[in-house]
């Protein structure tokens, strides 16, 4: 779930609990791992990783849940320390 505010968190969470099936900037999984070769190769691949940390350091959030609840693997401590909280 990608907030900027906790009036945000609340909307969002709210939007959850009344069984909304889409709800913007939220991305869900059925928490199984995909195991697809393109994965495995995404989350292998120098050149890959790199894209992921420039999405970090741009704030590109939503890019990376997407493809982590894919079962893309992100390293998120990249994330701290960036100025900024899920923005």
Same mark, same amino acid.
């Given at each position: 779930?990608?907030?900027?505010s906790v009036g945000e968190l609340?909307e969002k969470l709210q939007g959850?609990? #009344? ?9 869900? #999984? ?20 790199? #894209?992921?940390?420039? %999405? ?8 990376l849940l997407g493809l982590w609840?894919?079962? #893309?693997?992100?390293? %998120? ?11």
């Amino acid at each position: 779930m990608v907030v900027r505010s906790v009036g945000e968190l609340e909307e969002k969470l709210q939007g959850i609990v #009344a069984g909304k099936e889409e709800v913007e900037g939220v991305y869900r #999984a059925q928490g199984k791992k995909n195991t697809s070769e393109g994965m495995r190769l995404f989350s292998s691949d120098e050149d890959m990783q790199e #894209a992921v940390g420039k %999405w970090m350091e741009k704030g590109k959030y939503g890019k990376l849940l997407g493809l982590w609840v894919r079962g #893309a693997e992100v390293e %998120w401590g990249g994330c701290m320390g960036r100025g900024s909280r899920g923005g």
